[in-house]
């Protein structure tokens, strides 16, 4: 009889699921087999003998179609596994071996499609400052294209050919297109302080970039996913497409959907990160806390970063998504709050202290599209406060 041992090895390479996290892991698939070692120590040793097995393989791509592949696998399987399983109980490792070369073979060029994009290297590779006073747009060849509009608007094609609809069309816009089938084309939209713009992606689904943001997004999606990545502030309405679910994700965050409207924050620099639903449905995905929460149309889903701790609340939705129609609107907002949203809008530096002003709330709306000096004069007055400018500094203190 064969072992335990050898025999759970060789349903892990029956399993595709482990084979997926093996070659191309994810946050979610670490919790679940690391869970699984921690509750059997013959599973861990025999995860762990795979592991160090695939990794030791290194071999190059046959040139064959991933119908081929499929079927050279299942002839392996059955050849190498079920025909030798009774008959040779000495080579199951040598066996295991032969399917994890395969498996490489096989599968690493289909899975890596689907592989998890390490956002964190892309935001790394590009420093903020890249995009200076004007909007930067960096290409999938890493081409930088600045953009000197205060409103830049940039609608991709079908095919993932990008024009501003502000200087008609990018001389780069047939870079965005892939020459490699399997190659996702990312692009990086790059927006200062001061400064908003409109993307409407190639699915149809459009976005509206807040001030001091990034926004990752492919020239064209993969057709099993959907995906963007957002560092700062975004609402977008996506277009509905139920076989292709649609994620936006931050660096703590992930938000499913197949079709709605929702505004994402997740400034970098702030304390909180907040998911406001406008219409339809989204499952916000948590993985500091390694929950899913479930929102309904007027919920926010907060999480606050200092203290881990995530709430949901019925709000009033004008609130967190006015400022795409130039506006902002407070409904006894501390004062500090509404000011560290002006600094990002205006591109400013506003000085306060912080104790002298954190009692204080305020209500009503500004319009933005109003000159800074009118802006500041109804906040003075909402907030009993006193403002003086010099070149690109506001102080701000209390009467």
């Known amino acids: 009889m064969m072992s335990h041992h050898k025999q759970y090895i060789l349903n892990l390479l029956d399993n595709q699921n482990f084979i997926q996290w093996l070659l191309c892991p994810s946050d979610e698939a670490d919790t679940y087999w690391h869970a699984i070692m921690e509750t059997d120590a013959t599973h861990k040793d025999a995860i762990i003998k795979v592991q160090e097995l695939v990794k030791s393989v290194k071999v190059k791509e046959p040139s064959l179609s ?113 020459t490699d089938a399997d190659a996702l084309q990312l692009n990086q939209l790059i927006v200062p302080y001061g400064k908003t713009s409109y993307v409407m992606l190639s699915d149809g689904s459009k976005i509206w970039v807040n001030s001091g943001s990034r926004l990752i997004y492919p020239s064209v999606f993969k057709p099993n996913k959907r995906e963007i990545f957002v560092e700062g502030e975004i609402y977008i309405e996506v277009a509905k497409n139920e076989r292709q679910p649609f994620v936006v994700k931050t660096d703590l965050m992930n938000v499913k959907v197949t079709g709605t409207s929702f505004n994402v924050q997740a400034y970098k620099d702030e304390p909180a990160q907040n998911i406001v639903l406008v219409s339809g449905a989204v499952t916000v995905a948590n993985a500091a806390q390694k929950e899913s929460v479930r929102l309904l149309p007027n919920q926010l889903y907060s999480y606050n970063v200092s203290t881990s701790i995530s709430q949901v609340d019925t709000v009033d939705i004008y609130d967190y998504i006015c400022w795409k129609y130039g506006f902002l609107h407070f409904s006894k907002e501390e004062l500090t709050t509404v000011l560290d949203r002006l600094q990002k809008y205006y591109n400013v530096e506003i000085v306060y202290n912080k104790g002298e002003l954190e009692h204080i709330f305020v209500s009503g ?31 701000i203190t209390k009467k």
């Open 365 to 395: 709306k500004l319009d933005l599209k109003d000159n800074m000096s009118e802006t500041l004069n109804s906040v003075a007055l909402a907030g009993d406060v006193n403002y003086n400018i010099e070149g690109r500094q506001i102080m």
């Open 66 to 178: 991933f119908g081929d592949k499929q079927m050279l696998w299942a002839k392996i399987n059955r050849q190498t596994v079920q025909k030798n399983r009774f008959r040779v109980r000495y080579a199951v490792y040598a066996a295991t071996a032969a399917a994890a070369v395969w498996l490489v073979l096989l599968f690493v060029p289909s899975l890596m499609r689907n592989a998890e994009v390490d956002y964190r290297s892309v935001l790394q590779a590009t420093g903020q400052e890249s995009a200076g006073n004007d909007v930067c747009l960096i290409l999938p060849d890493q081409k930088i294209v600045s953009l000197k509009d205060d409103n830049v608007e940039l609608i991709y094609d079908t095919d993932g050919k990008v024009r501003n609809a502000a200087e008609s069309a990018l001389a780069q816009s047939n870079v965005a297109a892939a």
